[in-house]
């Protein structure tokens, strides 16, 4: 049974910090390159960062130098530390593992609620 469990979500005002964590299970973690992604409110899931099997990392321009994504393979987690957040920040985000170089289907989770307002 494969399980991708988000964390840490919440209410912040703008310029404020968040931690996220996604907690896997059922899957042998360190050979997945992870993501991060959101959802806000009439719109597409987007792709907010990704970390590689060998920690190389990728981030939207959006997001970047103020996100910072990390990975530890000993607790199957990956965390997404998020500073400086504004309200387009505000989203649904979800935690994903990569299975396309496989040719399957992706693992998701059930999302985080993250909103940034005053």
């Known amino acids: 049974q494969v399980q991708l469990v988000e964390s840490g979500g919440g209410l912040v005002q703008p310029g404020g910090s968040l931690r996220l964590s996604c907690v896997a299970s059922?899957?042998?973690?360190?050979?997945?390159?992870m993501g991060w992604y959101r959802q806000a409110p009439g719109k597409q899931r987007e792709l907010v960062s990704l970390?590689?099997?060998?920690?190389?990392?990728n981030y939207a321009d959006s997001v970047k130098g103020r996100f910072t994504i990390s990975r530890d393979n000993t607790k199957s987690t990956v965390y997404l530390q998020m500073n400086s957040l504004k309200p387009e920040d505000t989203a649904l985000y979800y935690c994903?593992?990569?299975?396309?170089?496989?040719?399957?289907?992706?693992?998701w989770g059930q999302g985080t609620q993250v909103t940034v307002s005053s």
């Open positions: 059922g899957i042998t973690f360190s050979r997945y390159t």
């Open positions: 994903n593992a990569d299975r396309r170089s496989w040719g399957l289907s992706d693992f």
């Open positions: 970390i590689t099997l060998a920690d190389d990392t």
